[in-house]
């Protein structure tokens, strides 16, 4: 269950935009429907977090505004799935009601008690502003769905002590049991150090702050919906948060509220000390991992038992707004759950889009051995290419003309804008025009590029949103990132998933993953196509294509 975001961000925006419309107030903003998604999870309005798994029920939690696409009034929305891809919606789980969130019922996250008891905890936020971490209990055990929760009269549980930040304090996370006692972690953050609180409890009801942070970082700023759990350093398989076998590292992720993308480190549990230790190659803040490189934001996983996986969710973001971005249909759109494992390198997480999609996928069109020469696109036809799964492995005969690589180019954002699909290479540009119109007018690019160095290859995945749109002033970034790969058998894997207006893109295997949310204006339903391309020097092999097109998923 999650982190139900957003909160100081979504504040600073909608007074912008009170103030651009010259109007008192918004009324609620009508998704447009040629951009409205047919298979990621799209709530009635505003933003979604929150999953868990419960009696054979998938519940998603979701920060809500019943009464428009305004900040306020913020309850828990609430639907239930048997799938994770078909959802119905229920009734709002949490309401504001109380003195302790009579200003909202904020973020936070769900564990399954002994007895198989699920507790919610939140941050409400009092009319004078301050986060308190509360509790909620189903009303009924014995109805399926879980829909009503109730607060009982012991709240809040956890008060800001003196030292910490009143104002931000705020997305306690799943709890895990060790040697007798419950811990979790409440975000935070004091003079520009973002910081990870632990609290201890052995009844779930009375909690004690740990005497130091469990972790924390300089100039990282509010670290917002920390989330913690274990990976198994030999399995695919999920692990329980509270599996503290000897053969696992933890993830430890949190959501920059200044950068507003999701960061990670992988690292050391030291249980005696309860303190978490990143390791030495894993950097906190700015410069370390990231989950996915583009929309995606407030994520937070779960452990599912019926099928040992642990799975990821995150909430599609847009990273700046504008008037457009709201007339466009703003709203909250869910990333396609995903199952995370660690990598066999140990240095990063993998994802892939969980198993159930696959039951939406429709007519299927192959593609084998197929040469890209330069300059050269080919059309995938016979699929609805605004509503696709795309999975592709591309052959690169020869590496001989791979570009070098300049140690500046740390920054994979900034390196894809400067060397976009437009722009020749040696190896690559190749990859896919996702969400194109017939001529090229509009295309989102997905695409990979290959460097040197006297060491290794580097290579490049870009989701390029440039091009995605003809109209003015709407967000449309270039995203990227380095993929981790081995070129020896000289392929890359992508698989990209395309839904009217989001493109997520899953590169080598699931160890770069890019969500663009794009507004095409040509390329659009019927109208939209879908390409292979490639912009360098080497001839690149389309060596297996398989695209599917996707059936619309039950939403609410």
């Known amino acids: 269950m999650a982190a139900l975001a957003r909160e100081s961000h979504q504040q600073r925006f909608y007074a912008s935009y009170k103030l651009l419309l010259g109007a008192p107030s918004l009324s609620a903003v009508n998704i447009s429907q040629l951009h409205h998604t047919a298979f990621h999870f799209q709530p009635p309005k505003n933003w979604i977090n929150g999953p868990m798994y419960y009696n054979g029920i998938y519940h998603i939690f979701y920060q809500y505004n019943p009464k428009g696409a305004v900040w306020g009034n913020i309850v828990w929305g609430h639907s239930v799935s048997k799938d994770l891809i078909n959802w119905k919606e229920l009734e709002p789980a949490i309401c504001p009601s109380k003195h302790f969130d009579i200003d909202g019922a904020w973020s936070g ?56 930040n009143a104002t931000a304090f705020r997305d306690p996370s799943t709890a895990w049991w ?77 959501s920059l509220d200044d950068a507003r993308y999701d960061y990670y480190t992988l690292g050391t549990y030291l249980t005696n000390d309860d303190k978490y230790v990143p390791d030495n190659a894993s950097v906190d803040g700015w410069a ?58 140990q240095r990063q997480l993998k ?30 036809q016979g699929i609805t290419a605004a509503q696709a799964d795309i999975d592709v492995t591309f052959y690169i005969p020869s590496l001989d003309k791979t570009e070098e690589f300049n140690p500046s180019w740390e920054d994979a954002q900034r390196l894809c804008a400067n060397k976009g699909s437009k722009v020749e290479g040696g190896v690559g540009p190749f990859g896919l025009l996702t969400l194109a119109s017939k001529n090229l007018e509009e295309y989102t690019a997905v695409f990979f590029r290959v460097f040197k160095t006297s060491k290794k290859h580097v290579v490049l995945l870009c989701s390029d ?12 970034p270039s995203f990227a990132g380095f993929v981790d790969v081995d070129l020896a058998d000289k392929k890359l894997s992508l698989r990209s998933l395309i839904d009217h207006s989001v493109v997520e893109s899953f590169g080598g295997g699931g160890k770069t993953c890019i969500t663009s949310r794009v507004y095409p204006t040509l390329a659009v339903l019927d109208n939209a196509h879908l390409y292979a391309f490639n912009n360098g020097d080497e001839t690149i092999i389309v060596k297996n294509l398989n695209a599917w097109s996707m059936n619309k998923a039950k939403m609410n």
Request: hydrophobic share 35%; proline share 6%.
């Open 351 to 380: 994802q892939w889009p969980v198993e159930e999609l696959n039951t939406l996928r429709g007519e299927i069109v192959k593609m084998s051995h197929q040469k890209l020469k330069k300059g050269h696109h080919i059309e995938i």
């Open 178 to 254: 060790l040697n007798g006692r419950w811990r979790v972690l409440v975000g935070s953050e004091r003079n520009s150090r973002g910081i990870a609180y632990l609290y201890r409890s052995r009844d779930f009801i009375h909690w004690t702050k740990a005497k130091h942070p469990f972790h924390s970082a300089p100039n990282t700023g509010m670290w917002e919906c920390p989330d913690f759990y274990p990976v198994s350093l030999s399995s695919k398989e999920g692990l329980d948060p509270s599996y503290m076998g000897k053969h696992v590292k933890h993830v430890l992720k949190v």
């Open 288 to 345: 370390g991992l990231r989950y996915d490189y583009g929309n995606f934001y407030a994520s937070k996983t779960f452990f599912d038992p019926a099928k040992r996986r642990r799975i990821l969710w995150g909430w599609v973001n847009e990273s700046d707004f504008t008037q457009d971005d709201v007339k466009k249909g703003w709203a909250g759109i869910q990333a396609i759950p995903r199952i995370v494992w660690l990598d066999t390198n």
């Open 465 to 476: 949103a440039r091009s995605s749109s003809l109209e003015d002033g709407i967000y449309k």
């Open 109 to 164: 996250s769900t564990t399954i008690l002994p007895s198989n008891k699920p507790i919610i905890l939140y941050t409400g936020v009092d009319s004078n502003g301050i986060q308190t971490q509360n509790y909620a209990v189903p009303a009924n055990l014995s109805d399926p769905y879980l829909r009503k929760w109730i607060k009982p009269g012991n709240n809040p549980l956890i008060d800001p002590e003196n030292g910490v």
